[in-house]
Antibody
Framework: QVHLQESGPGLVRPSETLSLTCSVS??????????WSWIRQSSGRGLEWIGF???????NYNPSLKSRITISVDTSKNQFFLRITSVTTADTAIYYC???????????WGRGTLVTVSS | DIQMTQAPSSLSASVGDRVTLTCRAS??????LNWYQQKPGKAPQLLIY???SLQGGVPSRFRGTGSGTTFTLTIDNLQPDDFATYYC?????????FGRGTKVEIK
């Protein structure tokens, strides 16, 4: 059974960079046809898909965030990462990592981590 | 951008009821529609994918139908564990947009 766990700082200052790690067990980030995804949730924006890194080596980002985000993978540690630059208070949210399967369904999620952007 | 509209935003129902939740896309998304259940303080959990396919381990009282722009999630014989918020999500575009959710509460 796949297990995902997010980690990273809970507080980020405005204009700085938000960096999160998702540690995966029970599956490989190299597995074929998987989409290693980040989603966030806030009371204002609801659930918002951020982007994914696929096992084919390509990344796909939400166009509304594309200029500020990077998703990458470390296969040796079986982890994937999210970076969001130039954060504002609008980036305050619970951040989830998840596994996407064919038909782009998010079948396994981490528990989520709250990130607050505040000075 | 595709907009995903869920209705109603909330409903009250009793154990044993049948409830139907609706999700409408602002343009056709074929059957690229997923449904999730979320309970307070927890991550969303996949129920239905490709509009009508039941995710493994999900009780058969959950049923998804629809294609194009209009989709429904039906829960038969509502159980106490089913009181939660339900979200639809399109995976047709590059935005994978979620609806705002329908909260199912106990009457």
């Amino acid at each position: 059974q796949v297990h995902l766990q997010e980690s990273g700082p809970g507080l980020v200052r405005p204009s700085e960079t938000l960096s999160l790690t998702c540690s995966v067990s029970g599956d490989s980030v190299n597995s074929a046809s998987n989409y290693w995804s980040w989603i966030r949730q806030s009371s204002g924006r609801g659930l918002e898909w951020i982007g994914f890194f696929s096992s084919t080596g390509s990344a796909n980002y939400n166009p509304s965030l594309k200029s500020r985000i990077t998703i990458s993978v470390d296969t040796s540690k079986n982890q994937f990462f999210l970076r969001i630059t130039s954060v504002t208070t609008a980036d305050t949210a619970i951040y989830y990592c998840a596994r996407g399967l064919p038909r782009r369904r998010l079948d396994s999620w981490g528990r989520g981590t709250l990130v607050t952007v505040s000075s | 951008d595709i907009q995903m509209t869920q209705a109603p935003s909330s409903l009250s129902a009793s154990v044993g009821d049948r409830v139907t939740l609706t999700c409408r896309a602002s343009q056709s998304i074929s059957d690229f529609l997923n449904w999730y259940q979320q309970k307070p303080g927890k991550a969303p959990q996949l129920l239905i994918y490709a509009a009508s396919s039941l995710q493994g381990g999900v009780p058969s009282r959950f049923r998804g139908t629809g294609s194009g722009t209009t989709f429904t999630l039906t829960i038969d014989n509502l159980q106490p564990d089913d009181f939660a918020t339900y979200y639809c999500q399109e995976s047709y575009t590059t935005r994978w947009t979620f609806g705002r959710g329908t909260k199912v509460e106990i009457k």
